[in-house]
């Protein structure tokens, strides 16, 4: 394990040490009390709501062995009662906590991982971190710690292990920047181009600038692009020339293309040339969009030179992050789709047709609102409800201010009124979903993440709920 010192802390940082012992070595970092071990580094975070700095004795006292903090006074009695302890003091705690990142990440020669996109980081991340994991000792991040916050405390876990996966996310221009300059990814992936965030950016083709600052940290990475997606198809044939690129897809041709392809409800199987030889890949998540996200783990695979076998075993074995496309069969037969984490059109859209794949079973789809859209949100949640329609969803049922426009749109695509429901209090999705579901539906819930929908998945996932 490469050690970082409270001596290397305070050069990075030009930090003050207040108290303490220059030669600690810097183990584990935390910015949360509430989580903090014997031994920790607590590094005090300013938050919207609350001020992290104001919590340095807590950390002190539920074990931390190092703080670093800003704009606190420590008295000379806090000094006597602490003087085990190490207290940094610096300008900025979150400037301070890039620097020490961009110091741990650059002890360490090993491959980097950076995927960005407007939707699938995170399903992708899992399982091209299931791939990588065959034949390296893999940091990858956990949850959808990809902010200027998470990504670092992520780099900050990096021990002994041999490659790492890093999600990075954005919502303005700069803020992969600063990501990339911190996790300095060697291999850069873009998963897609959509309309996330489009209301921030004004554009899809801003969302491409903004996400092409993954690779402005170095010219010799090696860049994984789907080919499939149309602003990266265009992006991929007017530079290819100049960066070192890997395509996949389905319909354009690329480096890696998925043929043969079969859906299931609970999977897919599809056959890819690896290495000059045809080979059958399946896959434990339904949906054409994890055909895609696989493609891109085998690119990531060959690129590492990681046994085939690894690479198949790695997609059929990984696991999804919770509330992402988390699907629970109940006691009572009626399947739950938890997909409330986040949204946009393009994974409603992909959602939506999978559920195409449950043929047996009434679909009834629980939508909210999309986040982020500005000027675009009237039009993007009514081609919402065209998908609706066009998937041939059951029973509709919505709530949320812009989720309006999906029932109107789905009316006027002639679906059936009596199948449509929208609600001004999310609480009363309960009563109607208790009413009308039965022994073999499948029941969706997908919205934004400040609606708050993974609620209403818990709620009907309980036993007790049906009774």
């Known amino acids: 394990m490469k050690n970082i010192k409270v001596e290397d802390i305070l050069n990075i940082t030009n930090g003050e040490l207040i108290i303490g012992d220059k030669n600690l070595i810097c183990e584990n970092f935390s910015k949360d009390t509430?989580?903090?071990n014997k031994n920790d580094v607590y590094i005090g975070i300013k938050g919207e709501k609350f001020d992290g700095n104001e919590f340095w004795k807590e950390a002190l006292e539920k074990g931390a062995s190092c703080v670093i903090v800003e704009n606190i006074i420590v008295t000379e009695e806090e000094k006597i009662k602490y003087?085990?302890?190490?207290?940094?003091?610096?300008?900025?705690?979150?400037e301070a906590l890039y620097k020490i990142a961009r110091f741990k990440r650059d002890l360490y020669?090993?491959?980097?991982?950076?995927i960005t996109g407007s939707v699938g980081k995170t399903s992708t991340k899992d399982i091209v971190a299931n791939v990588v994991s065959k034949k390296y000792n893999t940091l990858k991040t956990i949850g959808n710690n990809n902010n200027n916050i998470g990504l670092p405390f992520t780099i900050l876990k990096l021990k002994e292990h041999e490659a790492a996966v890093i999600e990075m996310g954005m919502n303005h221009f700069g803020e992969i920047r600063l990501l990339a300059s911190i996790a300095k990814p060697n291999i850069c992936i873009i998963t897609n181009i959509g309309t996330s965030h489009i209301g921030n950016l004004g554009s899809r083709e801003n969302i491409l600038k903004a996400k092409l600052e993954i690779l402005e940290e170095s010219k010799d990475v090696k860049v994984i692009l789907n080919n499939d997606n149309d602003l990266l198809h265009k992006w991929y044939i007017e530079n290819k020339q100049n960066w070192n690129i890997k395509t996949y897809g389905i319909e354009n041709k690329s480096d890696f293309n998925a043929k043969d392809i079969k859906?299931?409800?609970d999977g897919s199987e599809f056959t890819c040339n690896i290495s000059g030889k045809e080979q059958k890949i399946k896959v434990p998540v339904g949906g054409e969009h994890f055909v895609l996200n696989s493609l891109c783990a085998i690119t990531v695979g060959e690129m590492l030179k990681i046994d085939i076998n690894d690479i198949k075993n790695g997609i059929q074995e990984f696991e999804l992050?919770?509330?992402?496309?988390d699907i629970k069969e109940l006691p009572n037969g009626i399947k739950v789709i938890n997909d409330a984490y986040n949204a946009s059109f393009e994974s409603m859209q992909a959602t939506l047709q999978y559920l195409t794949e449950f043929k047996e079973n009434r679909k009834i789809a629980i939508l909210g609102d999309m986040f982020e859209l500005g000027e675009y949100s009237k039009e993007l949640h009514e081609k919402v409800g065209k998908e609706v329609v066009k998937n041939k969803i059951d029973i509709l049922i919505c709530n949320g201010d812009n989720a309006k426009n999906i029932v109107l749109q789905a009316k006027k695509e002639k679906m059936n009124p009596e199948s449509i429901y929208y609600v001004e209090n999310k609480q009363d999705i309960l009563k109607i979903v208790k009413d009308i579901a039965k022994k073999g539906d499948i029941i969706l819930l997908k919205a934004s993440n400040g609606m708050k929908f993974f609620e209403l998945a818990n709620a009907i996932q309980e036993e007790s709920f049906w009774k």
């Open 34 to 36: 509430r989580q903090i």
């Open 83 to 94: 003087n085990n302890k190490t207290i940094i003091k610096v300008d900025d705690t979150l």
């Open 109 to 114: 020669n090993i491959p980097v991982i950076a």
């Open 263 to 265: 859906l299931y409800t």
């Open 321 to 325: 992050t919770k509330k992402r496309m």
